[in-house]
C-alpha cells in the first residue's frame, strides 16, 4: 500500500482537505493517506517548505509527498511532479518544495500538464483538488511520472539564509515558529561549537536571552533556554509556555550563539 502525505494551509475548518482525499480515494482506494499538517499560516510558502523538508525523509521509500501552499494559485505559475531517488513530490512551483529537494537526488521533474491526469474543468481557486490530488492518485497506483507532462529542468527555490560563523560566535535567524511558540532557527549542528568549547548563550536583538541546553526542563519554569529540536535545529524555548509570545520573536529576527566569554556582541 502506498503513502500519500498532505501539507497544507487549508486547516480544518473547511471541506478542503477532505475533498482532496475524497478524489485521491475515488482514483486508488488502496493508498494512505497521511496528514503532515494543514496548519502552515496561509500563503506561507517558506513555512511549508521548512515543515515538509522537517518530516518528508521519515515516510516509506516511494512516498509521494503533496504540498498545496499556494498563493497564486490560478496564475502562471507553474505546477510540477518530481521524483527523487526516494520519493516522489507533488505541488506548485512557488519553492515550496524546494527546501527537501535540496536534500535529495533528483531523478525528474514534469509539469503537469496532462489533461487526462486531472480533473475537469480545472478550478482557479482549488488545484489542490483538481491538479495535485489526482496526480499523486496516478502516481501511487504506478503510473510513470513521465504521465504528468513535459520534463523541466529546474523548479522555483526558496533561498535557504545560511548561519555566519564568526570566531566567537554564530549568526542565524529565526526561519519558522510552531505551535508551541518554540523558535526553531536555522543554526544545525554543524554550525554548533564544539561540546569541548567554552559555555554558550543565545542573543536576540543584542540582548542576551538564555543559556543553550539539552532539553526544555533544564531550566525552571517559565524561563527560556535554547536547545537542539527534533527538527535537527537550534531552536529558543520557554519552559512550560511560548517563546514566540513570551519574548516577541518573529520569524526572520537574527538570533546570535556566542561563548559566554565574549562580552561584547557587537565585537563578534
Known sequence: MRVITLTT??????????????????????VQIVDVTHEISPGDTRGGA????????????????VVVVDPGVGSQR?????????????????????????????KAVRQITNEHLILQPVSNTFHGRD???????????????????????????????????????IVGEIVYIDRFGNAITNIDPEALFAPTESPCEVLVKHN?????????????ARKPIAVLG?????EIAVNGGSAAK????????????????LQNPSSS
Open 131 to 169: 491538479l495535485f490530488a489526482p496526480v499523486a492518485a496516478h502516481l501511487s497506483k504506478g503510473w510513470p511520472i513521465q504521465k504528468a507532462g513535459p520534463a523541466t529542468k529546474g523548479f522555483v527555490k526558496i533561498d535557504w539564509p545560511e548561519p555566519r560563523r564568526r570566531w566567537r560566535s
Open 230 to 234: 527534533s527538527s535537527g535545529f537550534l
Open 78 to 106: 507553474g505546477a510540477i511532479a518530481v521524483q527523487t531517488a526516494n520519493y516522489f513530490f507533488v505541488g506548485p512551483d512557488n519553492g515550496v518544495l524546494s527546501f527537501a529537494l535540496s536534500r535529495e537526488k533528483i
Open 9 to 30: 494551509d487549508f486547516g480544518a475548518t473547511d471541506w478542503f482537505v477532505g475533498t482532496m482525499k475524497g478524489v485521491i480515494l475515488g482514483i486508488n482506494t488502496q
Open 50 to 65: 521548512f515543515a515538509l523538508a522537517a518530516s518528508y525523509n521519515f515516510f516509506p521509500r516511494k512516498t509521494i509527498h
Open 208 to 220: 542576551r536571552l538564555c543559556q543553550l541546553g539539552s532539553f526544555y526542563q533544564a531550566v525552571s
Open 246 to 261: 513570551k519574548l516577541d520573536l518573529k520569524i526572520g529576527d537574527a538570533v546570535t550563539l556566542q561563548r559566554k566569554s
